[in-house]
């Protein structure tokens, strides 16, 4: 049976970050996945300054932008108006996972991981991992980054994630026909679901088109995308809608149990205002990384989650707050007085630019919010 310090099982940018970080730093370390890379996923592809940064730390590298499109003016619609089109805005970068995870998941190998992608999973049992084709791993620490459908999640917890709370997202790719990249803005769309947003992204060779928000209060998420395409020139009827769940901000308190430790979607670290989750995500595996590298380090694997659950104090703290200002931002009886805020106060605009790139975090894009919110409420009720 292969044994290694550190078994990662999926190698999405939360897993390639942990296992690079972990093999750089000297640790003997497995990735699992279940697909063969390059291989496609569903997602926006965003990646911002606050991604780069991140990418840059962990892979020890800058990231390679010949594959992105790169935009530094973003529009803001609601209801069909646009709020704002905001420029020179620090760069935000258009990726397509394909590319990206490949990316990744190339410099883990190169760092010393081994590959055992292209193997389903048949059992867990701590951190043993037994694959379909016989072969059986065992670590000391075991980091499951394998998404918001995550197989190890399911192991502890039985169910990988709160269906009353989880979010969904419903998506496109539009060809350079329907939506010439070089020609449409990167865009959001608030309330193009209830409790959530619409986006259109420019890419190299396509454009991602989606809608999402909270699953509950949208059950029929199909009819809003279809509204959207529509709004944006799109042939709803002609399309093929590929969905995924969303874990937005709903993240676990406690992210593992003894030495399993979850990263990334499987715990939930996905922004619950913007949807962005590859920064936290690459965040995420370093952090659980460093907490496998310091309980190693003194022969207690045991002792990984709580070094994580302390190594994560901060994300935690700025995705409640973010959770809580979602409120503010999504809930259809406030939302008439948000978007009179964002429409007036170029301050908050900006601030929520910096937050992406990285700039400020959620208390301080919070009190700006905050500070202007009630004047607008008085003129609402005043209205």
Not at 40 to 62: H, N, P
Not at 96 to 116: K, N, Y
Not at 206 to 225: D, E, Y
């Amino acid at each position: 049976m292969p044994s290694f310090d550190l078994i990662v099982i999926g190698a999405g940018p939360a897993g390639s970050a942990a296992a690079c970080w972990a093999a750089r730093h000297g640790l003997s370390v497995a990735v699992v996945d279940k697909a063969r890379f390059p291989r496609s996923k569903l997602c926006g592809g965003l990646f911002t300054e606050r991604s780069r940064a991140y990418y840059q730390e962990i892979f020890e590298r800058d990231f390679d932008l010949s594959r992105a499109v790169t935009r530094d003016a973003i529009e803001f619609w609601h209801d069909g108006g646009q709020l704002a089109r905001l420029e020179d805005i620090p760069p935000l970068h258009l990726t397509m996972r394909l590319d990206l995870d490949s990316q990744l998941f190339s410099h883990a190998l190169d760092a010393g991981a081994v590959d055992f992608s292209g193997h389903m999973i048949s059992e867990i049992t701590g951190a043993t991992v037994s694959l379909k084709d016989g072969t059986q791993i065992t670590g000391r620490v075991l980091i499951g980054a394998d998404g918001v459908k995550s197989i190890v999640a399911r192991h502890l917890f039985g169910a990988p994630f709160d269906t009353a709370t989880i979010g969904f997202g419903l998506e496109i790719e539009a060809t350079p026909q329907e939506q010439a990249p070089a020609e449409h803005p990167l865009r959001i769309d608030f309330a193009a679901a209830t409790w959530g947003y619409g986006w259109s992204f420019p890419k190299q060779g396509s454009t991602t088109v989606g809608v999402g928000g909270l699953l509950a209060p949208n059950p029929n998420l199909k009819g809003h995308f279809a509204s959207y395409l529509t709004s944006l020139g799109l042939d709803a009827e002609s399309k093929r809608f590929k969905g995924h769940h969303l874990p937005f901000g709903d993240f676990r308190k406690v992210p593992g149990r003894a030495q399993v430790l979850l990263a990334g979607d499987a715990a939930g670290l996905v922004d619950p205002i913007t949807g962005e989750g590859i920064a936290f995500a690459m965040k995420s595996g370093q952090l659980a990384a460093q907490a496998t590298l310091d309980a190693l380090a003194t022969d207690d694997p045991a002792r990984a989650l709580p070094l994580y659950q302390a190594n994560l104090k901060d994300m935690h703290r700025n995705l409640r707050i973010a959770r809580n200002l979602r409120r503010i931002i999504f809930a259809p009886r406030w939302q008439k007085a948000f978007v009179s805020t964002f429409r007036r106060s170029g301050t908050v605009r900006m601030q929520y630019m910096r937050l992406l790139a990285g700039e400020v975090e959620y208390p301080e894009l919070a009190r700006s919010v905050l500070r202007r919110l009630p004047r607008y409420l008085l003129n609402a009720v005043r209205r």
